[in-house]
């Protein structure tokens, strides 16, 4: 997933991303969400 916030192109690294929270909870404008992805494999 791709995301470009505040002018930055940021790309989410899933094999690295621990689903935390932190970045949803940081965003000062709520455009993040976290949500369950069923097609993981
Ligand atoms: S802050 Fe947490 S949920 Fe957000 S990208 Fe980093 S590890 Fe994933």
């Given at each position: 997933?791709?995301?470009?916030?505040?002018?930055?192109?940021?790309?989410?690294?899933?094999?690295k991303?621990?689903?935390?929270?932190?970045?949803?909870?940081?965003?000062?404008v709520?455009?993040?969400?976290?949500?369950?992805?069923?097609d993981?494999?």
């Amino acid at each position: 997933m791709a995301l470009n916030m505040f002018g930055l192109d940021l790309q989410i690294d899933h094999e690295k991303c621990t689903r935390c929270g932190i970045c949803v909870r940081a965003c000062p404008v709520g455009v993040l969400t976290l949500v369950e992805n069923n097609d993981e494999k």
